[in-house]
């Protein structure tokens, strides 16, 4: 639902802020007032063409801004933005969004019917998806055997293609398992171990020599053990150093068992370059498989279980592609039933939608109006053509290219008195064409009772459709010689009066046609009591 439009210096507009409720309201003024100009601004909000001449005359820009209320209660504010020099910019909730987005959303909020608006009844799926509304037809078991068969054969591909190609891919799995099987991992960590290794027994003579070297250094005459037995026999059983014997003594045990240990560890490491060479193999034949596998061990191992798994789905294609196949028919014959029940439940309710819609015409000034619904192509029946007529005799054609901007809203007013659904809100613009007498009175009746279920505007001239508004906002133009600027006011009581006064007879406060306008806000708040 639209709650705020605010407008600046669009076209006669130079600032006005429309405040809008629920129900029906109207827009009324001197012809030429600018009342379009309100219509066209919740256009160029839909996303809707603009150009440099919609900008007020002096200005530098004109600026639309809508505050809509959504249907799960969330606020949303559309901006448009149409400079003098360069393209128009467009912002949903403050950010930069493109013309086609506003479109895609205005689309869903908003409907505009009128001359030189966009007419969402002229699309194709529109059309359909009013028959699908009044069928009550569901397309969701439809859409999910497509999904569910797009599916099935995307499965089926991934088994794998011809037999040739089947086979050189069983071949090429068996070789990677082979491959990953003959390096016998046994431990993920392997490599750090063979990198540890390959450093030891790659300076196997140094680490033995210096370890010798350090040894003899501990060990030897005058080395560090007897130095450490001196100085512990030189302070022995003296008072003041006890603690300092105590403490050397056991450092002294420390290095006795580092000694040894140091020992065992050059006696332990090899200087054998066989060995190195075979550690140096290993390692790099893990490093390869690595780089065609994964990038560590665990990885190799991983890939090595998605093989295994592959290669059995490929071995067991003939069982798997059999099961898929008869999945696949049968979701085939799904579609097709589901199709040919859509399709048969449109032809059965097309002429019935068409009746229905006709049945309005009449109290919509079009006495002789008729519409019929064509339903047509291959299951499921997509092809859905709403056909019109306007007068006796003529012969229906597709709507798009027989009817005026006011036929077209007031078809389109038919069908949303036939269905409920549709956006929060419905602008008619140049609705009451043509339009006069009781049938003036019928159109404001059919807009008013439209109004209970929508926001409905409606640009209008007819008092008698006036007459019905929830709201009435007057437009009003002002020409100081200098420029011209036209203001928006919401109007009620004896205003209201007056506006419909003049509407009637053109003298606002002629007391004849204020009479007549009190007589009109009386028929019409009693039809909308009793409807």
Known sequence: MLLELTVRDLGVIEHSTLYLGTGMTVLTGETGAGKTMIVQAIQVLMGGKTDQSMVR??????????????????????RRVIPIK???????????????????????IVDLHGQHQHQSLLSARVQRDFLDQYSGISLSALAAAKSNLATLLENLNKLGGDDQSRQ??????????????????????????????????ADAASHISEGLKAHILLTGDSGAFDQMSAAINALSNRQPYAEIEKHLRSVSAELLDATEELRLLVEQIEDDPKKLNEVRERRQSLLDLCRKYGGTLSEVLEFREKTVSRLES????????????????????????????????????????????SSFLPSLALANGLVTVAVNGDDPADQVEVRFRANSGDVERPLAKVASGGELARVMLAIRLVLSSGPAT??????????????????????????????????????????????????????????VSSTLKTVSGNERVIELARMLAGQPESKSGQKHAIELLEIAAKERQTA
């Open 426 to 483: 419905l602008v008619f613009d140049e609705v009451d064409a043509g339009v006069g007498g009781e049938a003036a009175l019928a159109l404001g009746r059919a807009l008013a009772s439209l109004a209970s279920n929508h926001q409905v505007l409606v640009v209008t001239h007819l008092p008698q459709v006036g007459a019905f508004a929830d709201h009435h906002v007057v437009v009003d133009k002002k020409d100081d010689g200098v420029s």
């Open 168 to 201: 050189r891919e069983i071949d090429f799995c068996k070789f990677q398992i082979a491959e990953i099987d003959a390096s016998q991992i046994s431990n993920v960590d392997e490599l750090i171990d063979l990198e540890h290794m390959e450093d030891l027994l």
């Open 57 to 78: 005359s002096g200005a530098s820009e004109a600026v639309v801004e809508g505050r809509f209320e959504q249907k799960d209660c969330r606020e949303i504010v559309l």
């Open 314 to 357: 490929l071995s067991s294609y003939d069982e798997s592609a059999k099961q898929l196949q008869e999945s696949i028919k049968k979701t085939r014959s799904e579609i097709v039933r589901e199709a040919k029940n859509i399709a048969l439940t449109r032809k059965k309710n097309g002429p019935g939608l068409g009746q229905k819609i």
């Open 86 to 108: 360069g393209r128009s910019r467009s912002y949903i909730d403050g950010q930069m969004a493109s013309a086609a987005e506003m479109s895609s959303l205005g689309e869903q």
